[in-house]
């Protein structure tokens, strides 16, 4: 699959099939996120691959959205990716603190993006969860609580006749500009 | 290219040839990057696509580390792409501030790893540069104060023979966690 078609394939998939993620399909996603790129090559991140089904209930339940409002679909994930977001280099730290930016933050999203598209390319579905119950997920996961949990993910085939949807994005004309703000 | 191929492939490139990069592979990744997901959709960026002579000057030099330490190569890039972060809505903001994640840098990374991905499949060669003066650059672009520059990426063909490096990275059993962390 060519990359354009890859980036129209990868959608936020919120209605898995049960049928299991082998093993090696799990590790090829976690080695593309372990390839990303990142500030001076820091690596900030961590990856917990959750697929024990007791954790997985009590994970959906922490990243529901208030009164139910969404992540309803979590439970039917059969694997979870949980990334922890971990201190860079110093260096990188220091650069970031004097342009303050959190670098951390577009590196989490380069390697979160690395697992979901490598996915597709599988067969798989993904959806990044960033609204969780960030307490009760270290707790679940024994997370010292000085580090931060930067994103959810949720993986597994996606169900039967899942569609394909339409991407809804601004026209290229009003994201892009040339020469000039 | 197989995606495992193309992230292989996908390096930083600090030396670029003088070779013009065709217009419409420029729009390819930008197009890529446009099709990005984003938090709730949001899609808070504007991509500023630089090919005036001045200007690229400019900018080289206003992305050049301290005492010329690093950044040096930008000024052979024949092409720049200045990311600035746009205000996401209102409900993701919202749910960032509550739960203390800036959304927008994670939706910037994802979207400038689409384009770094998409030119690595076109045979071209990008950089990431997280270290700039951000107030040259928002002058010379006529950027709002108010915004934030979140990135910028040099784009071009890579020079002659340049070499493809073997990734360094932590190794999978380091990075990678099974149920508990």
Redesign the interface.
């Known amino acids: 699959?060519?990359?354009?078609h890859?980036?129209?394939n990868?959608?936020?998939v919120r209605k898995y099939s049960n049928k299991p993620v082998e093993t090696e399909k799990i590790?090829?996603c976690?080695?593309?996120a372990?390839?990303?790129?990142s500030?001076s090559?820091s690596?900030p991140?961590?990856?917990?691959?959750?697929?024990?089904p007791e954790?997985l209930t009590l994970l959906a339940k922490a990243s529901r959205g208030p009164l139910g409002t969404f992540n309803n679909f979590v439970s039917q994930a059969p694997v979870l990716v949980v990334m922890?977001i971990e201190k860079p280099k110093v260096l990188t730290e220091m650069?970031?603190r004097l342009?303050n930016?959190?670098?951390s933050?577009?590196?989490?999203?380069?390697a979160?993006?690395?697992f979901?598209?490598?996915a597709a390319?599988l067969g798989l579905g993904t959806c990044?969860l960033?609204?969780?119950d960030?307490k009760a997920v270290k707790d679940l996961?024994?997370?010292?609580h000085e580090?931060v949990v930067?994103?959810l993910i949720t993986l597994g085939y996606p169900a039967e006749n899942y569609p394909l949807r339409k991407?809804?994005?601004?026209p290229?004309d009003k994201?892009?500009?040339?020469?000039?703000?």
Request: positive net charge; charged residues 25%.
């Open positions: 699959m060519d990359f354009q890859l980036i129209v990868r959608q936020s590790q090829l976690l080695e593309a372990r390839l990303a790129p500030a090559n690596q991140w961590t990856f917990i691959w959750i697929d024990d954790l922890v650069g970031g342009k930016k959190e670098y933050l577009i590196d989490l999203g380069i979160a993006e690395h979901c598209l490598q390319e990044m960033g609204w969780f960030e996961l024994h997370i010292p580090k930067g994103l991407k809804v994005r601004k290229f994201v892009v500009r040339r020469n000039s703000y």
